[in-house]
């Protein structure tokens, strides 16, 4: 079975440019997640689904980014317009709820000159 | 949700056991105790998961004691491919179900 796919895995884009991270999770799990990693920091919550509604937005800087899961299903995380410090890695991950384990993509690497 | 407190780095060498320690003194009846492991450019991965006492898989063992404030993961007889960050999550998955992460802890083997 195939695990969580994100893409691209590398982006590089100008600043003031928008940018779209895609995410499929595993199927059958109703939970997804979107993370932002900087440098030998841990990941960083950015927005949790539950199945087609986001849960818990409350760290998505809302002025820039975007987030949707349609029909509850795959997931696009959208910056728009990207700034220098957006740079990072953005991870997704998925899982079926509550204490079940989280499944993480590889993540996208996002690169604002 | 309960914050953790971790090494921020362990040093080993292979061959030898390697525990580390996560300390989460505000713990709640309902949460359980979780560790992650991530390579670099990847993803984390799911290693172990306990509430009390200890679980063993075939990765590591989780020991939590009785007061379940600490939690320590075991990893028996590590290689060169252990080396990796660690993280310790304490939630209750329940209405809130955010995986939370701290920095970890950066294990380095040495030969």
């Known amino acids: 079975e195939a695990g969580v796919v994100q893409s691209p895995r590398y982006k590089i884009i100008e600043k003031k440019q928008p940018v779209a991270f895609w995410c499929n999770p595993i199927?059958?799990?109703?939970?997804l997640y979107w993370y932002l990693q900087n440098l030998g920091q841990g990941p960083e919550l950015l927005i949790r689904y539950e199945n087609e509604e986001a849960v818990d937005d409350s760290q998505l800087p809302k002025d820039r980014f975007s987030a949707e899961r349609l029909k509850g299903v795959d997931s696009t995380l959208k910056i728009q317009p990207a700034e220098l410090g957006d740079s990072a890695v953005y991870l997704c991950?998925?899982?079926?709820?509550?204490?079940?384990?989280?499944?993480f993509g590889q993540g996208t690497r996002l690169t604002v000159v | 949700l309960a914050k953790t407190t971790q090494p921020i780095s362990m040093d080993s060498y292979e061959g030898q056991e390697v525990n580390i320690t996560c300390s989460h003194n505000n713990i709640a009846t309902n949460d359980y105790i979780t560790w992650y492991q991530q390579f670099p450019s990847q993803g984390p991965r799911f290693i172990i998961q306990g509430y009390k006492t200890k679980v063993t898989n075939e990765v590591a063992s989780l020991f939590i004691p009785a007061d379940r404030k600490s939690s320590t993961l075991s990893l028996p007889r590590v290689s060169l491919s252990d080396t990796a960050v660690y993280y310790c999550?304490?939630?209750?998955?329940?209405?809130?179900?955010?995986?939370?992460f701290g920095k970890g802890t950066k294990l380095s083997v040495k030969p």
């Open positions: 999550l304490v939630g209750d998955g329940g209405s809130q179900g955010n995986l939370i």
């Open positions: 991950a998925s899982s079926l709820g509550g204490q079940f384990e989280a499944f």
């Open positions: 199927s059958g799990h109703n939970t």
